[in-house]
């Protein structure tokens, strides 16, 4: 069965073989589907809940 892994940023699905993983120097694992999640978390360092395209931007909005 194919396993699918899930956006660290936004929460979207991530097929095998595609997405990049991030490791920290903490040893913690950060997945990424895109350029635009990695940039917006490790480098701009904004928050997800705040953004309109990601899924926990809905479940913070009542």
Do not use: E
């Not at 595609?18 to 997945?31: C, E, F, K």
């Amino acid at each position: 069965m194919v396993s699918t892994r899930q956006c660290s940023f936004c929460g979207k699905d991530i097929l095998p073989g595609t997405g990049l993983m991030y490791v920290r120097n903490d040893g913690s694992l950060l997945w990424f589907c895109s350029s635009k999640c990695r940039k917006s978390m490790l480098k701009l360092h904004r928050d997800p809940k705040k953004l309109k395209w990601t899924k926990s931007y809905l479940g913070a909005k009542p």
